[in-house]
């Protein structure tokens, strides 16, 4: 893992950001179709060949289920960038298309998009969190926490749930409720929940009825499985690695949170297709009207905005383990080691 020093540098290093992403930040109508139409196509395809391999036999459609969510994460990738109103200049355009993406990936569009922007506002602000991350407690949280807590987090932060279990719990059952405290909340943000969902049992009442029942949930199953997974463990390694950045309100600073809260995920070309380049995710918080389409330009030519934490499939590994903020020490620790730490602490007094 390739990092700057555990002091993160200060937010003046970083004083002409705006200027640097600016650039980058127009809308491409041409680049915005061609993804868009390799995008569904490809997984229209994958489609009709799991559908297709079902008469060969299963494990060839749970190979073509690998790809098939790939293209799936892609589309969520666009829904994203549609939420954020950089993936076209209309906004009637991004809302248009985020609204049929989330058709497929099973996630209301604007009842998303209200909570990711909630994510992007307080992102890495202790206070805030919550609402559009993944839960995280502090050292000493959990060390006060009742046992029940405790038991709880630790199996909420076990891989097997936060990566297996909990992405396709999220996507399947979670996200057809409007779990949210209304204050703040539009009536068409929450009204959007019931629109997708009615329009998903739609499509997919269809197609049952078209090719069967049990094949079509032999052919998503896999598929959403996968393509949640994927997405839920994306989204924890671009912010949950050890050297990470988190504050308390009063200090806590917008390109700080960006720059050190977030993390460049190195993958290889082909993954990095199939992201949406959503790897140069620090760069994507810095300036969320940057389409994904231009991140990787941003990046490469602006050497000022590549001081990150840079992150490979390999050394990314290392952070399936890392569960509490350490205040102190101002990183992730594991359970094991905040437990040490506090009997070390104990033992010198």
């Not at 809302?95 to 993406?101: K, M, N, R, S, Y």
């Not at 009063?250 to 720059?259: F, V």
Request: glycine share 8%; proline share 4%; charged share 15%.
């Amino acid at each position: 893992m390739e990092m700057e020093s555990q002091s993160h540098r200060p937010a003046a290093d970083y004083a002409d950001w705006r200027k640097l992403v600016a650039p980058y930040q127009k809308p491409d109508l041409s680049k915005g179709i061609w993804q868009l139409a390799n995008s569904f196509s490809g997984l229209m395809v994958c489609w009709l060949l799991m559908y297709w391999s079902l008469g060969v036999g299963y494990w060839l459609t749970l190979l073509l289920a690998i790809p098939a969510a790939g293209f799936l994460v892609r589309i969520f990738i666009i829904q994203h960038d549609c939420g954020h109103a950089s993936f076209f200049k209309s906004r009637r355009a991004n809302d248009t298309v985020g609204t049929i993406c989330g058709i497929l990936t099973l996630v209301p569009y604007k009842y998303w998009r209200k909570g990711h922007a909630i994510h992007h506002a307080h992102h890495a602000e202790l206070e805030e969190r919550g609402t559009g991350d993944i839960w995280t407690m502090t050292v000493d949280e959990y060390m006060q926490a009742s046992w029940w807590m405790r038991l709880v987090y630790r199996v909420f932060r076990n891989p097997l749930f936060l990566f297996g279990f909990a992405p396709a719990i999220n996507f399947v059952v979670l996200s057809r409720l409007p779990l949210c405290d209304d204050e703040g909340w539009h009536n068409g943000e929450i009204a959007s929940v019931w629109w997708t969902n009615l329009a998903i049992v739609g499509w997919m009442g269809g197609l049952g009825l078209l090719i069967g029942f049990g094949p079509l949930a032999l052919i998503l199953t896999p598929v959403i499985v996968i393509a949640s997974g994927v997405g839920t463990w994306l989204f924890y390694v671009q912010h949950q690695f050890e050297r990470t950045y988190w504050e308390h309100t009063p200090q806590w600073d917008y390109t700080l949170a960006a720059m050190h809260g977030s993390s460049y995920y190195k993958l290889p070309r082909v993954l990095q297709w199939f992201t949406g380049n959503i790897g140069f995710h620090h760069i994507h918080h810095l300036s969320p009207r940057i389409p994904n389409y231009h991140l990787e330009a941003c990046h490469e030519q602006n050497p000022a905005l590549q001081r990150v934490v840079h992150l490979t499939i390999k050394s990314s590994l290392s952070t399936i383990w890392l569960a509490l903020w350490d205040e102190e020490q101002r990183r992730l620790v594991t359970f094991r080691e905040a437990w040490q730490a506090r009997q070390a602490a104990a033992a010198a007094v």
